[in-house]
T-cell receptor, first 111, second 112 residues
Framework: RKEVEQDPGPFNVPEGATVAFNCTYS??????FFWYRQDCRKEPKLLMS?????NEDGRFTAQLNRASQYISLLIRDSKLSDSATYLC????????????WGAGTKLIIKP | DGGITQSPKYLFRKEGQNVTLSCEQN?????MYWYRQDPGQGLRLIYY???????QKGDIAEGYSVSREKKESFPLTVTSAQKNPTAFYLC???????????FGPGTRLLVL
């Protein structure tokens, strides 16, 4: 089992819709969780950190479910500019607590 | 402007050649990282450094080497021992383990 797993998509969603995707992780001791956004042929950029209590930033909401070991990202009122690949990042299993990156979920917002 | 710069944007390597990718940051971050990204895969850690003059191997260090002589700089050398070097190379910096990482624009390495 991979340490971090994401549905690769693509998710094809009409503009204005709500879309959600999950990321599962295998290290029950993970302490840090992030969502990054990566545009085609560009570097990843931090979208938001994920806290135990969940957090919201405008149209974006992130949740952590420790019992089931997954994090989620919800995007409301999706915009064409939300089209990107969303990367899930979690603390890994090694003793140095390096971050482990998921392969990403591709999101395409259609007009 | 604070940030991370990488150069060159594109790099072509001939068989048997060593090439060096540059990474510079002025964010005053202690930790720096090199990742490799291949299509359809997550970022894989090549090397990381938590402090000047110290660095550690990541998951795929074979065929690569690094140095950390200055806090601001963390160059990566792709040696001839790396048999499949074609990839997108990303440099990142941060305040330390488990903390947010910030990325440079990346270097695409292609083999001639």
């Amino acid at each position: 089992r991979k340490e971090v797993e994401q549905d690769p998509g693509p998710f094809n969603v009409p503009e204005g819709a709500t879309v959600a995707f999950n990321c599962t992780y295998s290290n029950s001791a993970s302490q840090s969780f992030f969502w990054y956004r990566q545009d085609c042929r560009k570097e990843p950029k931090l979208l938001m950190s994920v806290y135990s209590s969940g957090n919201e930033d405008g149209r974006f909401t992130a949740q952590l479910n420790r019992a089931s070991q997954y994090i989620s990202l919800l995007i409301r009122d999706s915009k064409l500019s939300d089209s990107a690949t969303y990367l899930c990042v979690v603390t890994g299993m090694d003793s140095n607590y390096q971050l482990i990156w998921g392969a990403g979920t591709k999101l395409i917002i259609k007009p | 402007d604070g940030g991370i710069t990488q150069s060159p944007k594109y790099l072509f390597r001939k068989e048997g050649q060593n090439v060096t990718l540059s990474c510079e940051q002025n964010l005053n971050h202690d930790a720096m990282y090199w990742y490799r990204q291949d299509p359809g895969q997550g970022l894989r850690l090549i090397y990381y450094s938590q402090i000047v003059n110290d660095f550690q191997k990541g998951d795929i260090a074979e065929g690569y080497s690094v140095s950390r002589e200055k806090k601001e700089s963390f160059p990566l050398t792709v040696t001839s021992a790396q048999k499949n070097p074609t990839a997108f190379y990303l440099c990142a910096s941060g305040m330390g383990h488990q903390e947010t990482q910030y990325f440079g624009p990346g270097t695409r390495l292609l083999v001639l």
